[in-house]
């Protein structure tokens, strides 16, 4: 998957004006989550909890929201659903990573795993897929429900298949990219075109607002990217250095590894494929990779998708809905500059 063309000069932006807009909307999300969140097995609603309250603007569901305002939708309902049933595969994803990656921080907070057990946070996972799925059913809208169940088998795919090519320094730029446009893009498209769909959009503006999300989400996952390498844990909800430390090989790491390639073999070497990735490891990563470009090459690769995502809102009319999603777009990579 080939990136757009990238811009010189990142305006920068934030989700404020949406989450302003949304909030009325976001009122009956939350409602629905809570709700749908609950069950007679006390460890379900715990951990569920947990997760879902730790913060973040819930910006999956903020889409779908959007997406059905910017078009005009006003009987929101089924909008509404499919952004609960939105939050409710990504969050079941996040607990099923965290213990694929072993990770200790989700959100800021102590990762599920770590408190209630593996094997809990995997079923709770569960548990939240299939509630997404009775959200989506309640619509009778099949169309939208086929977007959402065809984007949780394109994020497993994707998932499986950065299993397979973890800690490998052979992977390429282009199937690093197909990784990430399926565990992270995908949702976020599914997200807006499920949002459309839900109010009966017009075909015109449920393509292009598709597109947005799936260039949104690649502009927010290669920003995340960079931030592994040039953030702090607050701006995070993660240590800095955890892609490293697991051994992920991003797109970061990848550009560093190509422009130090016979000089600095052996270090990338010794880090991922022998698992020498200790502070000091990190520490002289994170130097070849500010040093070489590599991160502000990532950050223009993601500035270059923002700028895509800005193109596609071209095609639904001009509102503060489309000026927040504009914004939106921006914050993606402006947090991470």
Do not use: C
């Amino acid at each position: 998957m080939a990136a757009p063309r990238a811009g010189t000069a990142r305006p920068s932006g934030d989700a404020e004006a949406l989450v302003r807009l949304a909030r009325p909307d976001m009122v009956e999300v939350d409602r629905l989550i809570l709700e749908r969140m609950q069950s007679t097995v006390p460890v379900i609603p715990l951990l569920a909890e947990h997760i879902v309250s730790a913060g973040g603007k819930r910006l999956r569901p903020l889409i779908a929201v959007a997406a059905a305002r910017v078009v005009g939708g006003e009987r929101l309902a089924d909008a509404h659903r499919f952004a609960a049933a939105v939050e409710f595969i990504h969050t079941a994803t996040l607990l099923h990573d965290d213990v694929v990656d072993s990770s200790e921080l989700r959100r800021g907070k102590v990762a599920a795993h770590l408190i209630w057990g593996a094997p809990s946070s995997v079923l709770v996972g569960d548990f939240l897929f299939a509630r997404a799925f009775e959200l989506m059913v309640e619509t009778g809208q099949m169309r939208a429900l086929g977007v959402l169940a065809h984007a949780s088998s394109v994020i497993a795919q994707g998932e499986v298949l950065q299993l397979t090519r973890a800690h490998d320094l052979k992977l390429d730029e282009e199937t690093y990219l197909r990784i990430i446009a399926a565990k992270t893009a995908e949702l976020f498209a599914a997200a807006a075109e499920a949002g459309a769909l839900g109010v009966e959009a017009p075909e015109g503006a449920v393509a292009a607002l598709r597109s947005y999300g799936l260039n949104l989400g690649l502009a927010f996952q290669l920003a995340d990217d960079a931030l592994d390498y040039g953030g702090a844990s607050e701006t995070l909800g993660k240590n800095a250095g955890d892609d490293f430390r697991e051994g992920k090989v991003t797109l970061p790491l990848l550009i560093a590894m190509a422009r130090t390639a016979g000089r600095e073999d052996a270090f990338w070497r010794a880090a991922i494929d022998d698992g020498k990735r200790g502070d000091e490891e990190f520490r002289r990563a994170r130097e070849l990779i500010i040093g070489t470009g590599a991160l502000s090459a990532t950050l223009d690769r993601a500035g270059a998708y923002a700028d895509a995502a800005k193109a596609a809102l071209r095609a639904v009319p001009a509102s503060p809905w489309r000026a927040a999603l504009a914004d939106l777009a921006d914050f993606a990579v402006s947090r991470a500059a």
